[in-house]
């Protein structure tokens, strides 16, 4: 009888370390997933929609990169399920060049270029013959331009687009004078200048405030202020991309900007 005991005590035994086993090997993994971004700002967000992100059982892997190519391509080579630092026509034109598919899922935040100005408080109090600063690269070049555009500053050839150089301004009511300077420069030469066009990474690293000196801040729907979260056509629909977008897109993510930035960065969802 005691034998019976014994091996029916055995017997439940191992069916209950079986039953362990098996629910120890069956039990769901957090999901888990790689995003890419340049150090600074767009990291400090992805950090946030990453803790928000937890609260949702999804595990997010923050890779920093220092260099604008290395997120797209560690994108392409599948090494990170998505990325966040760069506006869509960026990535269009990483995709020309390294003949890649890679796609823009969701808005991230909003970095605007502004005209900036010491010494006026709105673009209509600019004088005749006021010297303005642009950047003098071709991409930032052309976006100042087009912003001196948009605020009725000057008129630029039908098509020139964000290739505007200034033999492209064909009107200029002002009498304008143009000063090529280093994009990261004119934050530091605007006291020499009346105004200036600086992106808004040149504004937050020389501490510029937007609500006092920007005169003049591009929309909200520029397609060069706009950043995106990138990811591949084969990965863009699962289940982890759409929870990392749903934790970007938060009010946790949200608050955090508004008490991080002040005002410099904003959401670009809402």
Known sequence: MQKRVFLKTIVAAAAAAAAGGFATGCTKKPAEIKVGATAGPHAEVVQAAAKAAEKDGLKVQVVEFTDYLGPDKALA??????????????????????????????????????????????????????TVGIPNDPTNGGRGLQLLEKAGLIKLKEGAGFKATLADVVDNPKHLQFKELEAAQLPRSIDDLDAATITMNYVMSAGLDPAKQGIFLEDKDAPLALMVIAARPDNKDSEAVQKFVKAYHSDEVKKFIADKYKGTIVPGWS
């Open 77 to 130: 080579e599948k090494a990170l399920d998505l990325n966040v630092y760069q506006h869509e026509p960026f990535l269009k034109n990483f995709n020309a060049n390294q003949k890649t598919d890679l796609v823009a899922v969701a808005p991230a935040i909003l970095m605007r270029m502004g005209i900036y100005s010491n010494r006026v408080k709105n673009v209509n109090e600019l004088k005749d013959g006021a």
